[in-house]
């Protein structure tokens, strides 16, 4: 409990500067009569909530330098602070996200693009997907279309991947994986009925959680080949490395318990 108090009133804090940091940027921009790239502002934002949230990140591989289509798994809403944090980015989300507290006001303020699930309107988030990337700006997607336990990774929906050809850029794969004490974690995965209101003190109220991130090399997209061979190449990436990072961090753990137990001897 005086955990998650203390978590809290720092989350508070750091939720109250990040407002006054909007609230500058909105008075600049009407001063200035010139819209303001809040992208890197959004970064630092999205690093200090992972940093209050209790999320010890790790981080493999390079992003990409110029706009790609970035394609992760998806295990919880904290998915959304963690890679805001790791570089420049917008992310398309359900429309949902938009309206919960605190992550949805920064998702917002970060510029995320929000669709409507089953509206029917993938063809109209494709192409401000596409108009996004051709603007110069990353766009992250998350093409299991749902939360995950994290010990796999889901089907992926190629309809939204198509935004990379048409805009002319390549795709990098992105794996996420959470882990306490080495293994797979069971308390971040926000799934089925799970309510952010509950979801977020109950993992406030526990010790830090890591989190690795693995950047995988950009591929772009043979328009010659069915997308669908591509989603899937990619989804096998992006599986595969999420199995490798529960293997480093089983064995990283393994081996503090051995040098704990010689130390001790």
């Known amino acids: 409990m005086i955990r998650l108090i203390l978590r809290l ?18 008075i600049v921009e ?12 959004a970064r630092f934002c ?32 904290s998915d959304i602070p963690v890679l805001g944090g790791a570089t420049p980015l917008r992310f398309l989300s359900k429309a ?3 309206r919960w507290p605190i992550i949805g006001w920064l998702a ?3 510029g995320t693009l929000f669709i409507v699930r089953g509206s029917g309107r993938a063809r109209e988030a494709r192409q401000e997907i596409t108009s996004t990337l051709s603007g110069g700006q990353s766009v992250l997607i998350f093409p299991e279309g749902t939360t995950s336990t994290g010990l796999s990774v889901l089907p992926f929906h190629s309809r939204l991947l198509q935004a990379a050809p048409d805009a002319g850029v ?3 794969g992105i794996s996420i994986a959470y882990t306490r ?21 109950r993992l406030l109220r526990h010790p830090a959680v890591d989190v690795t991130i693995v950047f995988h090399p950009p591929i772009r997209v043979d ?10 190449q990619l989804r096998e990436t992006i599986a595969a490395g999420v199995e490798q990072i529960y293997r480093e961090r089983a064995m990283e753990e393994d081996q503090q318990g051995k040098e704990a137990v010689r130390q001790q001897a």
Do not use: K, Y
């Open 223 to 232: 328009t010659n080949r069915p997308l669908t061979e591509t989603t899937e």
């Open 30 to 41: 009407i001063v200035t009569r010139r819209a303001i790239d809040r992208t890197p502002v």
């Open 181 to 201: 004490h080495g293994r797979p974690d069971h308390l971040a995965p926000f799934i089925g009925d799970d309510e952010f209101q509950s979801h977020l003190p």
């Open 46 to 77: 999205f690093h200090g909530a992972s940093r209050c949230l209790g999320l010890r990140v790790r981080q493999q591989g390079i992003p990409a330098s110029g706009p790609v289509l970035l394609v992760s798994n998806h295990i919880s809403w």
């Open 96 to 98: 949902e996200v938009g």
């Open 170 to 172: 390549a795709m990098q």
């Open 9 to 26: 009133i720092l989350f508070s804090a750091f939720l109250l500067a990040t407002a006054l940091i909007a609230i500058t940027c909105t």
């Open 108 to 110: 917002r303020q970060a």
